[in-house]
């Protein structure tokens, strides 16, 4: 690596082991990592907002006529599994915090999805201390001391790690360069990779990653050059990296084989990130008509027309070029409280998985390791001993139009469902600013998937003024209304610091949902506000040019 990139500044308070993760040599790589690529990635974080700015002027999404050739040509396909990974039947979800990842470690899945983003409230001390834990964990070592001083060590056998850093819109403000906040997906990864890449690779499996919010063929490019750059920087063999790509913006499902083409030498396959899709839906067409007002959240199934569409085009071209299929998280929480509801639970988690399986799905996730077993009987119901279903080709004849029309759809909106995405996000961002990215509520694990959707949807149906079943147009008055009702509700008998949780969770939900323009994410405002540490926090009233600006979508002129 050249001497010529800057040095990075900790901005970072220090804790237990964090020089063995933030090095002097492995901050080098992450330098060096910004130094090729900080550029690239801020001209396409414009290009992301110009196109935002053509959706919403009127602009269709269409397949591309430019790469009409990729996709028309049969003859290429994607790299061959990596070693640990030609059994991805179930996989299991879950943050880095230590006892989390013990739990998946134990858990039986053959994937452990070890999560630094929707799952992960991005604090500094989550983030290094993950990346302590994933450290320990990619050399055998992970151990957790239980309350009665007994240790729990890492098993023999494991499920295969695989980690999803953050997406390319967020920056790490604790380390800096040249004064400049580096970007998070590059700290995340260089991290990580300088570590450990080595160290999997000696027990058998190797540096592997799921790449989050990618909306383009050309940020997949990006995610391959730097596969290549520091795969001959720490002198690995090319091709050893393997990512699986989430398609979970709408703009990436017209991009799929283009996708998959650009990263066919590192590429292990799709997966459905429905949630996370729903919401780019909403925020794609932020400032277009009535007709792509989603319902109710709970009122859209993967049985929705254009979600049956995004999933036979994910299948059909994976399997096209052979590479896996994955299937969204069962998001269920099977609590121990309810035997009955436990039961359902579980049952509902099986036939998901089984639908999954028949519909061509190759494996799927679970968020929940009481999961992990009815995940994989699920799949081997349908597949019996085979491991996956890539040979078996199902074409689709799946248009542009059945991607976003929402023909035959009630788009019937509800005041319990205005209800439902307040308490929801009100919930979960309370627990984020308190350091936890993963939430149990109403059975249901929550992260910063579905608060993005509880959250776009509240915008959409106020700038829309929608009508509610019920009769009365969802106003700012009525919303206001229902967040001062709701929070009523959550801080009853609640002590003074989860009372400030609320207060700062509302003040979130208010920039990010009930403004004029729609902010691309909440956790831009929301990491700024309440999880940096004290001396870059930003105050409140402060106005929002210290953000990050990309993924603002402003309305047309």
Same mark, same amino acid.
């Given at each position: 690596?050249?001497?010529?990139?800057?040095?990075?500044?900790?901005?970072?308070?220090?804790?237990?082991?964090?020089?063995?993760?933030?090095?002097? #040599?492995?901050?080098?790589? !992450?330098?060096?990592?910004?130094?090729?690529?900080?550029? $690239? &990635?801020? %001209? +396409?974080? =414009?290009?992301?907002?110009?196109?935002?700015?053509?959706?919403?002027?009127?602009?269709?999404?269409?397949?591309?006529?430019?790469?009409?050739?990729?996709?028309? #040509?049969?003859?290429?396909? !994607?790299?061959?599994?990596?070693?640990?990974?030609?059994? $991805? &039947?179930? %996989? +299991?979800? =879950?943050?880095?915090?230590?006892?989390?990842?013990?739990?998946?470690?134990?858990?039986?899945?053959?994937?452990?999805?070890?999560?630094?983003?929707?799952?992960?409230?991005?604090?500094?001390?989550?983030?290094?201390?993950?990346?302590?834990?994933?450290?320990?964990?990619?050399?055998?070592?992970?151990?957790?001391?239980?309350?009665?001083?007994?240790?729990?060590?890492?098993?023999?056998?494991?499920?295969?790690?695989?980690?999803?850093?953050?997406?390319?819109?967020?920056?790490?403000?604790?380390?800096?360069?040249?004064?400049?906040?580096?970007?998070?997906?590059?700290?995340?990864?260089?991290?990580?990779?300088?570590?450990?890449?080595?160290?999997?690779?000696?027990?058998?499996?190797?540096?592997?990653?799921?790449?989050?919010?990618?909306?383009?063929?050309?940020?997949?490019?990006?995610?391959?050059?730097?596969?290549?750059?520091?795969?001959?920087?720490?002198?690995?063999?090319?091709?050893?990296?393997?990512?699986?790509?989430?398609?979970?913006?709408?703009?990436?499902?017209?991009?799929?084989?283009?996708?998959?083409?650009?990263?066919?030498?590192?590429?292990?396959?799709?997966?459905?990130?429905?949630?996370?899709?729903?919401?780019?839906?909403?925020?794609?067409?932020?400032?277009?008509?009535?007709?792509?007002?989603?319902?109710?959240?709970?009122?859209?199934?993967?049985?929705?027309?254009?979600?049956?569409?995004?999933?036979?085009?994910?299948?059909?071209?994976?399997?096209?070029?052979?590479?896996?299929?994955?299937?969204?998280?069962?998001?269920?929480?099977?609590?121990?409280?309810?035997?009955?509801?436990?039961?359902?639970?579980?049952?509902?988690?099986?036939?998901?998985?089984?639908?999954?399986?028949?519909?061509?799905?190759?494996?799927?996730?679970?968020?929940?390791?009481?999961?992990?077993?009815?995940?994989?009987?699920?799949?081997?119901?349908?597949?019996?001993?085979?491991?996956?279903?890539?040979?078996?080709?199902?074409?689709?004849?799946?248009?542009?139009?059945?991607?976003?029309?929402?023909?035959?759809?009630?788009?019937?909106?509800?005041?319990?469902?205005?209800?439902?995405?307040?308490?929801?996000?009100?919930?979960?961002?309370?627990?984020?600013?308190?350091?936890?990215?993963?939430?149990?509520?109403?059975?249901?694990?929550?992260?910063?998937?579905?608060?993005?959707?509880?959250?776009?949807?509240?915008?959409?149906?106020?700038?829309?003024?929608?009508?509610?079943?019920?009769?009365?147009?969802?106003?700012?008055?009525?919303?206001?209304?229902?967040?001062?009702?709701?929070?009523?509700?959550?801080?009853?008998?609640?002590?003074?610091?989860?009372?400030?949780?609320?207060?700062?969770?509302?003040?979130?939900?208010?920039?990010?949902?009930?403004?004029?323009?729609?902010?691309?994410?909440?956790?831009?405002?929301?990491?700024?506000?309440?999880?940096?540490?004290?001396?870059?926090?930003?105050?409140?009233?402060?106005?929002?040019?210290?953000?990050?600006?990309?993924?603002?979508?402003?309305?047309?002129?």
């Amino acid at each position: 690596m050249r001497d010529t990139y800057g040095s990075p500044k900790i901005r970072g308070a220090f804790g237990d082991r964090y020089d063995e993760i933030l090095t002097q #040599d492995a901050l080098a790589f !992450v330098s060096a990592l910004d130094g090729e690529f900080a550029g $690239r &990635r801020a %001209e +396409l974080l =414009a290009r992301r907002r110009e196109r935002a700015r053509a959706i919403n002027a009127g602009e269709d999404l269409e397949f591309q006529a430019d790469t009409a050739p990729v996709r028309a #040509d049969s003859s290429w396909q !994607v790299a061959t599994p990596g070693p640990g990974l030609e059994d $991805r &039947r179930c %996989e +299991l979800i =879950a943050p880095v915090y230590r006892n989390t990842a013990m739990h998946a470690l134990e858990s039986g899945a053959a994937v452990w999805v070890a999560d630094l983003e929707d799952a992960m409230a991005p604090s500094w001390s989550n983030l290094i201390q993950g990346q302590v834990t994933l450290y320990d964990a990619a050399r055998g070592e992970l151990n957790l001391r239980r309350e009665d001083g007994q240790v729990r060590r890492q098993p023999e056998h494991t499920p295969t790690m695989v980690l999803r850093p953050r997406g390319w819109h967020l920056c790490e403000k604790h380390i800096s360069i040249d004064g400049r906040p580096v970007s998070a997906t590059l700290v995340d990864f260089g991290l990580y990779f300088f570590h450990n890449a080595k160290a999997l690779i000696e027990r058998g499996a190797g540096p592997y990653f799921y790449l989050p919010k990618i909306e383009s063929h050309e940020e997949a490019r990006l995610w391959n050059d730097v596969f290549r750059f520091a795969q001959d920087a720490l002198g690995i063999p090319q091709g050893t990296v393997r990512a699986t790509v989430l398609i979970e913006t709408l703009t990436a499902a017209f991009e799929m084989d283009e996708i998959l083409y650009e990263l066919r030498e590192h590429c292990a396959g799709l997966a459905d990130g429905r949630w996370d899709y729903l919401f780019s839906y909403v925020r794609t067409f932020a400032h277009r008509g009535v007709e792509f007002v989603l319902p109710d959240r709970d009122h859209i199934t993967m049985a929705t027309p254009f979600l049956r569409a995004y999933v036979e085009l994910l299948v059909s071209t994976c399997h096209r070029r052979e590479a896996f299929a994955i299937a969204g998280p069962a998001a269920v929480n099977p609590t121990r409280q309810d035997e009955d509801a436990r039961v359902r639970a579980l049952a509902q988690v099986r036939s998901e998985k089984e639908r999954e399986a028949a519909e061509g799905f190759d494996g799927s996730w679970v968020a929940h390791p009481a999961l992990v077993e009815v995940c994989r009987s699920a799949y081997a119901a349908v597949l019996g001993t085979e491991h996956d279903q890539r040979d078996i080709q199902r074409p689709s004849r799946t248009t542009a139009r059945d991607l976003v029309s929402l023909v035959g759809i009630q788009q019937t909106i509800s005041l319990q469902g205005v209800r439902t995405n307040v308490s929801v996000a009100l919930q979960y961002l309370a627990s984020w600013i308190g350091g936890r990215g993963a939430v149990a509520i109403d059975n249901l694990m929550e992260d910063a998937a579905t608060v993005e959707m509880a959250r776009v949807q509240l915008w959409q149906w106020l700038f829309h003024n929608s009508q509610l079943a019920e009769g009365p147009q969802v106003t700012r008055e009525l919303l206001d209304r229902v967040v001062e009702e709701e929070l009523a509700i959550l801080t009853r008998g609640q002590n003074e610091e989860i009372v400030a949780r609320y207060d700062g969770a509302r003040e979130i939900l208010e920039r990010v949902a009930l403004q004029p323009h729609l902010p691309g994410f909440f956790t831009n405002y929301g990491y700024v506000r309440f999880l940096t540490e004290t001396s870059l926090r930003m105050q409140p009233g402060v106005d929002e040019a210290d953000l990050h600006q990309s993924e603002r979508v402003h309305a047309p002129a």
